[in-house]
């Protein structure tokens, strides 16, 4: 069992940046893949980035790249999504998961845990 806590959502305005956090607790968190997620209103849930137990990132696609970087320590078990140049557009609740697995996939179904997220607000 492992739980997951973001922090670091809040409102910002287009073009500022902000930092997210997730802090891993229980068993063995080190062992799984971290992937961040977002759902906006009224949409999907939606792949941002992640990280793999050894440090390799994935992306979907390239419109998060260059904006949105992660990072892991795993000494403080503590996932980060540093978000720069926002957008309205990003506006969403922001997710992180656990993925049994050396590598992050952009599956939802195929993460075991998830954290209860945090909101992140863009304004024009």
């Known amino acids: 069992q492992v739980q997951l806590v973001e922090s670091g959502g809040g409102m910002v305005q287009a073009g500022e940046s902000l930092r997210l956090s997730c802090v891993a607790s229980g068993r063995n968190p080190n062992r799984y893949a971290m992937g961040w997620w977002r759902q906006a209103a009224g949409k999907e849930r939606e792949f941002v980035v992640g990280v793999g137990t050894g440090g390799d990132i994935t992306y979907r696609g390239d419109s998060m790249k260059g904006r949105f970087t992660i990072s892991r320590d795993n000494a403080k078990n503590t996932v980060t999504l540093q978000m720069n140049s926002l957008k309205p557009e990003d506006t969403a609740v922001y997710y992180c998961?656990?993925?049994?697995?050396?590598?992050?996939?952009?599956?939802?179904?195929?993460?075991?845990?998830w954290g209860q997220g945090t909101q992140v607000t863009v304004s024009s």
């Open positions: 998961a656990a993925e049994m697995s050396p590598q992050a996939s952009y599956y939802a179904n195929l993460y075991d845990y």
